[in-house]
């Protein structure tokens, strides 16, 4: 059974440009969460995707946009990468009905020049 | 104040030593979460707690919820328990969205 995979693992952007991470949930699990965590940092939530839909947003731009397709797997961008946007961007997964149960990827990292 | 504070913020400790991290918070929660997460790497979580006591292997966390703080134990530690460990809360406010404490970083020394 796989669990949460994530990819790319690593990339290396310049400012101005657009990037896409892309995530496949545990299978099974329903729900995917974003959380950008900047180097010695803490994780930040992004945004969390249920049913194809944005359940919750963080405190991030709109230069953050996501999507989860009917497989439950899901897509973050970013548009109009700054220098700041350089992180590890993680996914977690769960089942809606069982909140609270995550498994997390490995994370993709980001580095913008 | 933040809402989920951890203790100790770092902790070095010889290998076979019983290792306590502590976690405080100061919101309703439906479920607590450690995790543990090694350097570059991604995010393990290690036990989701709602109440009670978890045990899984050489880890232990226990919660007690009226006085709303949490343990993580190490028993035997060993050198490949270095990591941060991260606790992280659910509130009953948002289910959505985990509120993190800053992590306690441990070395175990061989």
Redesign the interface.
Known sequence: DAGVT?SPTHLIKTRGQQVTLRCSPKSGHDTV?WYQQALGQ??Q?IF?YYEEEE??R?NFPDRFSGHQFPNYSSELNVNALLLGDSALY?C?SSLAQR?????????S?LTVL | KNEVEQSPQNLTAQEGEFITINCSYSVGISALHWLQQHPGGGIVSLFMLSSGKKKHGRLIATINIQEKHSSLHITASHPRDSAVYICAVLTMDSNYQLIWGAGTKLIIKP
Do not use: C, D, H
């Open positions: 994530q969460s803490g994780p939530f969390q359940r919750q963080g993680l977690a909140f609270g149960e995550l498994f997390f990827g490995e994370g990292r």
